[in-house]
């Protein structure tokens, strides 16, 4: 069980901070039942969920140390773009890496549309609205999840990944030349 002031993904609404536990009624017949009360961080509203329910998925948002690993590891990922043309084998595609919620397939599949994106671009085609769509809830569960972990503005992770990523060449840079 959660504790008051724990951070964790609550589904497709992202952070939320548990601000409370309370029980409360579910019939006339008194039947108590434990909720907690979820703050999203970045929407405005109030979550009551079961304590043990599972429709939606729950767990702890990860630490300050495992987000800048799964920094320091984005310059190593093989991302491949993903083509189909039947618009729903798409969505499912992309929607099974989401329903992961794991920071890990997030990172695979924003990279992966983005050279989707590089690659129509480059052929003088649009790029996609459900590429657009699903590249968007990539980049808001991981920024929201990252900055969470990392304590900073969601707005600020691509430049906090960039520096971190730029740190990695040069330094991998300097051990390449050194090599030499």
Same mark, same amino acid.
């Given at each position: 069980m959660y504790r008051i002031g724990d951070k964790v993904l609550y589904g497709n609404?992202?952070?939320?901070?548990?601000? $409370?536990?309370?029980?409360?009624?579910? %019939?006339?017949? =008194?039947?108590?039942? *434990?909720?907690?009360?979820?703050?999203?961080?970045?929407?405005?509203?109030?979550?009551?969920?079961?304590?043990?329910?599972?429709?939606?998925?729950?767990?702890?948002?990860?630490?300050?140390?495992?987000?800048?690993?799964?920094?320091?590891?984005?310059?190593?990922?093989q991302a491949e773009a993903y083509h189909n043309r039947v618009i729903r084998q798409l969505v499912d595609?992309? $929607?099974?890496?989401?329903?992961?919620? %794991?920071?890990? =397939?997030?990172?695979? *599949?924003?990279?992966?549309i983005y050279a989707k994106k590089q690659y129509v671009e480059q052929q003088k085609r649009k790029f996609g609205a459900v590429d657009a769509r699903y590249m968007k809830q990539a980049e808001e569960l991981l920024f929201g999840e990252l900055a969470a972990a990392l304590d900073i503005p969601k707005e600020e992770v691509p430049e906090y990944i960039e520096k971190k990523i730029s740190k990695y060449r040069n330094e991998s840079g300097d051990k390449a030349q050194q090599e030499e």
């Open positions: 609404t992202g952070v939320c901070v548990i601000s $409370d536990i309370t029980a409360r009624k579910l %019939d006339k017949e =008194d039947h108590e039942q *434990l909720f907690y009360v979820l703050e999203p961080l970045y929407s405005n509203c109030t979550i009551f969920t079961p304590v043990n329910a599972e429709k939606v998925f729950m767990r702890p948002i990860i630490s300050k140390k495992e987000a800048d690993r799964l920094i320091d590891t984005i310059p190593t990922v595609h992309y $929607d099974s890496v989401l329903k992961t919620y %794991d920071c890990t =397939d997030l990172i695979e *599949l924003t990279m992966s």
